[in-house]
């Protein structure tokens, strides 16, 4: 009997900015708005790699494949969280919070590891340009990204599976905008240390060893541009990866400080580091894909073309 009244557990209350009606129509409006762009801008950046027989590069599918990610991540939270600012009930069912927990883990760790294989397709272009066609070849960068993908969803399936098993004693508030691991662990009333270690070795594999394999590259990459005699050439290499570091800069700045070190509910019981957390997370879950296309765009003189190209193509046909 003690065990079914500490698991018996429908739904969550996602408080979110509860008490705070002016701001959250503030923020719906806001997130809507960035919401779009992030559609319109990755929905774009898909289009034109699919579209222009220029960028059927390994470069470019994976940067098709990390718009689609930022697209499905997004959308696993923000359209529910617009609807709880507008809406009195502020709830979701314990089966739909473990399915946005899964998706949403399932993307970012795809988005990790993808980063990873991106960044090692910059280092064999520059590094190794006569090598690059047969080491990147579709056998190649086809697989590395279906792998990208697998590991997500594998990671998130053990840590979603762990998570949901944990007894809940009826503390159902979940102070932030979405179903996020830590703040479900935090309502757990009983030891998450395995938890934690399971946290652990997934953040070490799957975020920090693509991280390392970042930092390797780009180290050789540096290295290589270096030994570059001329400044304009130094330059013109710099470019064809500075939209991708730019890009890891943001991602893992973030996201680092919100996984690195696995909190337990014991070490969160400030309602400032619940706020801050809730505010970093929204700018890892919406600011970051809504500037991953402008970046790419901004700093990609073959991105331009192609978006001028698809834009001159739709108004012609008009």
């Not at 993307?107 to 090598?131: K, Q, S």
């Not at 690195?260 to 700018?283: C, G, R």
Request: charged share 15%; proline share 4%; glycine share 6%.
């Amino acid at each position: 009997m003690e065990w079914e009244n500490q698991t018996i557990l429908v739904e969550f209350f996602l408080k979110g900015l509860s008490g705070y009606p002016r701001l959250e129509l503030l923020f719906f409006a806001l997130i809507l708005i960035m919401y779009v762009v992030i559609l319109l801008g990755n929905g774009t950046l898909i289009l034109i790699s699919i579209w222009d027989p220029h960028l059927h590069t390994p470069m470019y599918f994976f940067l098709g494949n990390l718009s689609f990610l930022d697209i499905c991540y997004t959308t696993t939270s923000i359209p529910s969280t617009l609807v709880s600012f507008l809406s009195e009930r502020k709830t979701i069912s314990f089966s739909g919070c473990a399915i946005q927990m899964f998706l949403g883990l399932a993307m970012g760790t795809t988005e990790c590891v993808l980063l990873g294989m991106m960044a090692f397709d910059r280092y064999v272009a520059i590094c190794n340009p006569l090598r690059y066609p047969v080491i990147m070849s579709k056998d190649s960068y086809v697989p590395m990204a279906a792998g990208s993908w697998i590991i997500g969803v594998i990671n998130s399936a053990v840590q979603t599976a762990f998570v949901v098993q944990l007894p809940f004693c009826g503390n159902n508030v979940i102070n932030h905008f979405s179903c996020e691991i830590l703040a479900i662990m935090k309502l757990a009333c009983a030891d998450i240390s395995g938890n934690e270690f399971i946290m652990l070795v997934a953040t070490t594999l799957f975020i920090l060893t693509p991280l390392l394999l970042i930092i390797i590259s780009y180290t050789l990459i540096i290295v290589s541009i270096l030994k570059i005699r001329s400044s304009e050439g130094r330059s013109k290499v710099f470019s064809t990866c500075s939209a991708h570091l730019t890009v890891v800069i943001i991602f893992y700045g973030t996201i680092l400080f919100m996984y690195m070190k696995p909190k337990s509910k014991d070490t969160l019981n400030s309602e400032d580091l619940d706020a801050t957390d809730k505010l970093i997370s929204l700018f890892y879950g919406v600011i970051t894909p809504m500037i991953n296309p402008l970046i790419y765009s901004l700093r990609n003189k073959d991105v331009k073309e192609a978006v001028k190209h698809l834009l001159r193509r739709n108004v012609f046909n008009k």
